[in-house]
């Protein structure tokens, strides 16, 4: 179509952000920064290149995921322990953020409880910001690799290490469920150390080699009783492609550390939305 005369004026029309978060409810940072010189170690959990595993942390103790042997990308998943169903929102998290999370982001639930399931601590790729080409880490736009958009894509290749499969794996043997129920509980994830944004031409959902390097960590602190379930993506560090057996893997370390008693004096776990949930007259 030909443009408008007026074309110029409607694209110079300034943006208005959707959810102005002045009147966010925020972690005490200041609190969970001298926690966190308190910690002690009190488990981890190894996740082998190509597959997933969960792991449990109580509320208020934070945990790592650590980059250990080679660049890795990472998707997780986080559930309420007690309940699997309330579980990260990655698309409100976007809304209220951005589309690449760090410290002092938070990971929001699902309706109906919206509320932080967790809250990003220290982030040691804070420094790598948005490069030339709008790309950044620990995004919450790309869903996760899957096995059905791989089919889709591939004349109907089956692949079974995508993290949307290696997650419906850990779940269901975490949950003694089997897959089939297991998988309605998989979602959108955060995508930890992965480098990518959109292309400025097309729009389209790039990646790129994560910076990532061993010794890497992203940290969180648990404002509930999590359930977590990470993913070594199949892809590597995601610099040439994913969903396949050909990119160089690596694992990823998640490690649970408990705090001091005393160090979280005045904290304590958040209450679920006040929405009332009558949806109007």
Known sequence: MNAPADADARRAIAPVIC???????????ALLTAARQTLTKVGEVTVPPREARCFEVPAG??????SIEAPQVGDLNLHNAADPTERFYSGKARALHGTHLSTGDRMWS?????RPLATITHDTLDWYGIDDFGGSVHDVIGTRCDPYTHALLSDGAQYHHCCHSNLTRSLAAHLGLPRADAEPLVHDVLNVFMCTGFTRDTGQYFMKASPVRPGDYLEFFAEIDL????????GG??????SSDFAPCA???VEVFRPAVDSLAGWSPPS????DRSHGP
């Open 110 to 114: 699902s309706f109906p409880h919206l």
């Open 237 to 242: 560090d995601c610099g040439s492609e994913h």
């Open 227 to 234: 359930l977590g379930n990470l993913s070594a993506c199949p």
């Open 61 to 66: 103790h934070f945990f790592r995921i650590t």
């Open 272 to 275: 679920v939305n006040t929405y």
């Open 19 to 29: 959810y102005p978060t002045e009147a966010l409810p925020g972690p005490d940072m």
């Open 251 to 253: 694992p990823l370390l």
